[in-house]
């Protein structure tokens, strides 16, 4: 029997560890000073700001105790504050600053150069077909991590 020698979580983890720090270089060359992560939040507050840590580390698949070091480090950085929820007590609400609201024009315009960076040489239908296999795997792996066994 011949072992197939497959790459593509190699691959994955390569490209994602290129893309970040590329992302993070045309970040800094636009003017923004913030990390993945803290874009990774961004991008979810923008779509509805006043989260919990829960709520948002449920949106970014980072675990809590990350999302509150890279929050703190946001709050430092006057992108975001907390706050403690009116209405329950025990919970802190994240919202974002002006600040952080006047980031999102440029943040998207940075995401759109990466993504062109990221396809470039792909045709549309190259594009569509990665895609699905990539959405196949997460599928499969998402499915696997919530299986019983």
Partial sequence: M???ETKGG?????????QDRIFERLLLDNGIEIS???????FILWKTDNLTISEISEKTSLAKNTVSVVINGMVNKG????????????QTIVSLTEYAKSLQEKYELVSQQMNALF????????QREFE????RI????????????
């Fill in 119 to 126: 396809y470039q040489g792909f045709s549309e239908e190259e």
């Fill in 138 to 149: 997460l599928k499969t792996l998402t499915e696997n991590l919530h299986t019983d066994k």
């Fill in 10 to 18: 190699f691959y994955i983890t390569q490209i994602k560890q290129l």
């Fill in 2 to 4: 011949t072992t197939i």
């Fill in 79 to 90: 992108i975001v504050e907390r706050n403690i929820n009116p209405h329950n007590r025990r």
């Fill in 132 to 135: 699905r296999y990539l959405a």
């Fill in 36 to 42: 993945g992560g803290q874009g990774r939040i961004l």
